[in-house]
């Protein structure tokens, strides 16, 4: 039975999928919890912040090299795109896979523009699941049932 | 009888992110699950010391590989050529993912032994696919308790366990 916070929760799911943050694979993930790991999820994305935090810091040293090395600015982003991907971070992906793009055409203006998108979503990611998984947890497990998809 | 069940993957990523997330579509679906960070340290588990295809010491025992492509230092192509170039380790199925849909990599990957190659995010459908390679790298293990009498009459030859090392 959803309570009213229940469907406060489910809403903000929906709309972080409907807004193109989340993609597939994030429900990929959602599919591997269960009673022994309900928080999979969360121990994902805690560990991607954790994780890509330290590839930012490297690739914002990168970006104030000059010239810019595009071959380990490509590198670096390559991982940090790969992780992006796995969490289901649908725009942060895109921008990552825009930054490579400039990487490719060696356009520095490219590349510093387009990292400052990529902290920018990276930030806003983390503000609303942090707040989703917040409010998840206020609003208790529901009675299993099918997720809304 | 889940046929997963009990089999011990080796899972090879440099993302700590990646490695989490496989551990668990692994375990899910019921294998025992390894995960390191580089080619080197799989081939040091696997008993090679990464410079000829002799055990240095006790090898852990893995029925399946499970490896990224694109790693620092060592890459998945150049762990899978390792594998399959090792008289003791070169039966067991290698599978690799990649997030790059390259289809020169993939073939590479194919020609050189890999069973399959999966495009990450990797997939609990993905981890699925899998079940059917262990059969090649099944091991006969005393836990599935057949008697050696009762084999012979039923027509199971070979019930000697095939070690790794």
């Keep these: 039975m959803a309570s009213p916070l229940h469907r406060q929760v489910a809403n903000m799911r929906k709309a972080l999928f409907d807004q193109g943050f989340l993609d597939e694979q994030f429900v990929q993930l959602e599919e591997l919890q269960d009673d022994v790991n309900p928080n999979f999820v969360e121990e994902v994305v805690t560990l991607f912040y954790k994780d890509s935090a330290r590839t930012m810091l490297n690739i914002e040293a990168a970006l104030e090299q000059r010239p810019l090395d595009f071959g380990k600015l490509d590198a670096c982003m390559h991982t940090f795109k790969g992780s992006c991907s796995s969490i289901g971070a649908r725009r942060m992906k895109s921008e990552c896979s825009q930054f490579r793009e400039f990487c490719g055409e060696r356009n520095s203006e490219g590349c510093l523009k387009t990292y400052q998108l990529v902290k920018k979503e990276h930030e806003t990611l983390r503000k609303k699941l942090g707040n989703y998984f917040q409010m998840s947890r206020q609003a208790g497990p529901i009675e299993t049932a099918c997720r809304p998809k | ?165």
Excluded at chain 2, 145 to 165: K, R, T
């Design chain 2, 1 to 165: 009888m889940v046929a997963s069940q009990g089999f011990h993957v080796l899972a090879v990523d440099d993302s700590f992110v990646d490695r989490t997330v496989i551990e668990r579509l692994l375990k899910i679906s019921a294998y025992r699950v390894t995960t390191v960070d580089s080619g080197t340290r799989a081939l040091q588990l696997l008993g090679l010391d990464g410079q000829n295809d002799a055990p240095c010491y006790e090898a852990m025992e893995i029925n399946m590989i499970i490896t990224d492509y694109s790693m620092p230092g060592m890459t998945g192509y150049e762990l899978l050529k390792k594998i399959k170039e090792s008289s003791t380790l070169r039966e067991i199925p290698v599978v690799i993912m990649s997030s790059e849909n390259v289809m020169a990599r993939i073939d590479r990957c194919l020609e050189e032994g890999a069973e399959d190659f999966l495009l990450k995010p990797v997939k609990l459908s993905d981890v699925k696919r899998l079940e059917s390679y262990l059969n090649k790298g099944v091991k006969e293990e005393e836990e599935i308790g057949v008697h050696p009498v009762i084999s012979a009459s039923m027509g199971i030859e070979n019930l000697e366990s095939v070690q790794l090392s």
